[in-house]
């Protein structure tokens, strides 16, 4: 087999550990400089592929790579873009093999959520149509946990660490406070469609009364009246009550309550924030005082409080997609299979890229308690391994030492191309 | 000298490490068994002295106590309630003294900030003019950094650690995406007064184009149409623009951005939503898409983050207050005394109340740079020690191993008493 170059691209929002399985990928790669010649990145991600604007990564030293495995945000720039339809806009299609083909890139590796694993498939059935020859690996990444096939996806771990950690201590704070102070705090949390992150905030808790009392999620209808009544049952009984509330939460009729074109406590309109909203419901309806907090983009980026089990399979996914390629697989994607609940033990399996592409995968109901308002045993039995570890990122003066890459440009080959 | 008891409490908001300071106190008196007899806590502060519902520690094990020293939040309980004027509510502070008396307590640590000197300066009058012997110290507590003579508070150097490290990760988050996605975020810090916090958040740039880009004070009136165009350059510039944002940014008659019309039981406004103002305020006026992150309760809880050099200092308070009191000392606050900058060196110093009591320290004008957006040298040199050193909790199961006393109260002696 001829030396061919790889072609590596991170997409859509980022996460505490992206750049882990970008050192999953370079490292493989440079044990394998016999099949794979340089790993190219996509500066901005695919948008990089199509302006011909790939980041030349073997000006890293084995250090700087290194140093990618400790180092959120996305290293190589990532984007929310979506590659047109196929049918009406093939002529996207064809520049990435263009691309592909005028820097020998024979090897193209996407790490992303659901649409990344659309485009992946699709790059690859028009590689093969094109009779161009390329290796399509998808590596899973995205906070939200959706992807199916694969028992978890490397992203969501560490934000489930850090909302589960961020409940139990904002919890601690409320708590002995309440007798004279705040008496409900809310905290939003990210997942627009599935409860995951929200689910993750029930880890904070181990028995009755314990904090945090409400989960909102988007997947139970949201009733007024009935999470006004638990909130205030909550505050009579323990003194105070917690809750964590995904951007999701919606009504009955599937208005999001943040988008339901509500103020907030304080006469504002509201600009996006279920936090806000529901604080002024807790105002209006109950007089408690409150307090609220928006998590927002610090929890997907909080690598000094990643989870070390997510690292791991941030980096093996990484790795794993080189082998693949290597094998001579294509249209996959690594999956992580979970052998064992206690103690937790975990592989790396193999999925088809047909079975991922666009599937979203909720969360079952039965991970959530009857009531709509907690987790069972059975979500947490699933949550409580993924959080496990802590994997600390070197400190200098107070501060992790994060990298931030001068990105070296490959000259050009082609002409300009409109994305 | 006669074995006496003593008394400890905790007032106002909580902070990482107050904990710290009780450990402090608790450790050092057991040291000193001779002179001292048990500790009580007062039951969620101050509160807990007026209705003699006190908290027997010797009922913990050393093992409990050093658990303290890791542990957020206030252990004891803490309170947002100022004793009433002492002319007008004399009997209030007649009956500490009575309950002091009835567990003959002659010694007094009373852990909070500005309000909390006050009322330990007066206890410690009316007790002298009872003729009641009793040292009354005061330990340093607050996020707010604005207690006089001491060079920082306890509490701030974590809080500061984590809005600085957030800053960070969230800056690299938002880096990554901006080409296609978010290009403003905001971070809204606590800090009514005085821009402390939100200082701290200049701590993760280090040079020219580094985030954050813009930080709000509440020391510099806030002008619209000159942030706005400090933001519009800021995208122009470098792709994308991180503010900060202390929750008192307020405008040239002081009108705070945020106004929540509410009340706390201080009496002092209580504020929020400075960030969705702020982002309200660039979708009309620069179109920019924008994310808000509100970190409230979480910045003040994070001991995940804490500050080893806080930490350290938090506990060095609670210890030199019982050697104070033990050398006979009297309203009077152990203060840490910055000997060196470069490296950090500091000792404990002593403080006498009446110079701390209602004085509120404002952050020089030459900590900012004159623009006003962001952070002078002297600035970072004053901050950034504070936040050096890390302290790990333990953790078990992927979340730290915080302890959650049982609370064993000490029969009461005295009739009821409506505080």
């Known amino acids: 087999m001829a030396k061919q170059n790889a072609f590596y691209a991170q997409s859509g929002g980022v996460t505490a550990v992206i750049n882990a399985s970008a050192c999953g990928v370079i490292e493989t790669a440079r044990q394998h400089g016999d099949a794979i010649g340089t790993v190219y990145a996509g500066r901005n991600g695919i948008i990089g592929a199509l302006t011909e604007e790939l980041i030349d990564t073997s000006a890293l030293s084995d250090q700087q790579v290194q140093q990618l495995r400790h180092t959120p945000g996305g290293a190589f720039g990532s984007c929310r873009y979506k590659l047109k339809d196929i049918d009406s806009h093939r002529s996207q299609y064809e520049r990435l093999i263009e691309v592909f083909k005028a820097h020998d890139i024979g090897y193209f ?47 969501f771990g ?8 961020s409940t139990q201590e904002a919890a601690m ?46 997947e139970i209808p949201f009733d007024r009246a009935t999470v006004m009544a638990r909130v205030d049952d909550c505050v009579k009984k323990f003194g105070f009550c917690v ?96 052998t064992q609940d206690t103690p937790y033990a975990w592989e790396i399996g193999e999925a088809c890229l047909s079975d991922i592409a666009n599937v979203e995968k909720m969360m079952p109901r039965d991970f959530i308690t009857p009531d709509g308002f907690g987790i069972s045993e059975l979500g947490r039995q699933y949550l409580s391994p993924l959080i496990q570890g802590e994997d600390c990122p070197p400190y200098v003066n ?5 990298i931030r890459l001068q990105h070296q440009l490959v000259a050009k080959k082609l002409p300009d191309f409109e994305p």
């Open 109 to 155: 590796f996407y790490n992303g959520g659901n649409d990344s694993a659309d485009t992946c498939l699709k790059v690859s059935q028009l590689a093969d149509a094109m009779g161009y020859p390329l290796k399509a690996v998808h590596i899973p990444k995205t906070v939200d946990n959706d992807l199916p096939v694969t028992d978890n996806c490397p992203g």
């Open 158 to 165: 560490s934000v489930a660490k850090y909302i589960a950690v």
């Open 173 to 218: 704070d409320i708590e002995s406070m309440c007798a004279t102070s705040t008496k409900v705090f809310i905290l939003e949390v990210m997942g627009r469609h599935a409860g995951w992150i929200a689910a993750a905030g029930g880890l904070a808790g181990h028995k009755e009364g314990d904090a945090p009392h409400l989960i909102i999620f988007p």
């Open 243 to 338: 809750m964590v509330v995904s951007e999701g939460a919606r009504y009955a009729d599937g208005t999001f309550l943040a988008d339901a074109g509500t103020t907030d406590a304080f006469g504002h309109k509201q600009l996006g924030g279920v936090a806000p909203t529901l604080a002024g419901m807790i105002k209006q309806d109950l007089g408690h005082k409150f307090h609220w907090a928006v998590a927002d983009y610090l929890q997907r980026s909080a690598r000094h409080l990643a989870s070390a089990t997510d690292v791991e399979q941030a980096y093996a996914v990484g790795a794993a997609a080189v082998k693949l390629a290597l094998e001579g697989k294509n249209s996959v994607m690594p999956t992580i299979v979970r």
């Open 398 to 402: 107070g501060l992790p030492q994060y």
